[in-house]
């Protein structure tokens, strides 16, 4: 009798030490993803407004839709949270990226017919920007992923 005690208390002991074992590492392993994304810049962005050509030089914006001083078209900041954590979408291969900018230009075409291009700008984790078009980005937010 007082084996089968003494072997059933070891039986509850491995397996709370399991079941703790278990919680420390899906402890550590969440930490690990929540600290893969860096905090959001607290400069280095456009928000609310169009970048111009003097922002892009001063590193406060990846481009501008003006070309030797002229607008390109009518250029509008999207209405989205910047910057934000977001995945490019490169092929069937997400990037984590950081966005800084977003903005739609409009061009008209010869004929009269208006053209919209949204446009988004992104740091990646290794320090290079990305440009793409609104598509290519999944908006995540301004909480880090997890």
Do not use: H
Not at 1 to 26: E, P, Q, W, Y
Not at 105 to 120: F, H, L
């Amino acid at each position: 009798m007082k084996r089968a005690l003494l072997l059933a208390f070891k039986g509850d002991v491995m397996r709370n030490k399991t079941c703790a074992a278990l919680l420390i590492v899906l402890f550590l392993s969440t930490e690990a993803v929540t600290q893969d994304w860096p905090p959001l810049p607290k400069q280095g962005f456009i928000r609310g407004r169009v970048a111009t050509p003097t922002d892009v030089a001063a590193g406060n914006a990846v481009f501008s839709a003006a070309v030797g001083g002229n607008a390109v078209g009518k250029s509008t900041p999207l209405r989205i949270q910047i910057p934000q954590y977001a995945y490019y979408k490169e092929g069937s291969t997400k990037i984590r990226v950081i966005v800084l900018q977003a903005e739609r230009v409009d061009i008209q075409k010869p004929g009269g017919e208006v053209v919209q291009i949204t446009s988004v700008a992104a740091l990646k984790p290794d320090g290079r920007k990305v440009i793409g078009l609104l598509t290519n980005f999944e908006l995540l937010g301004i909480v880090p992923p997890r």
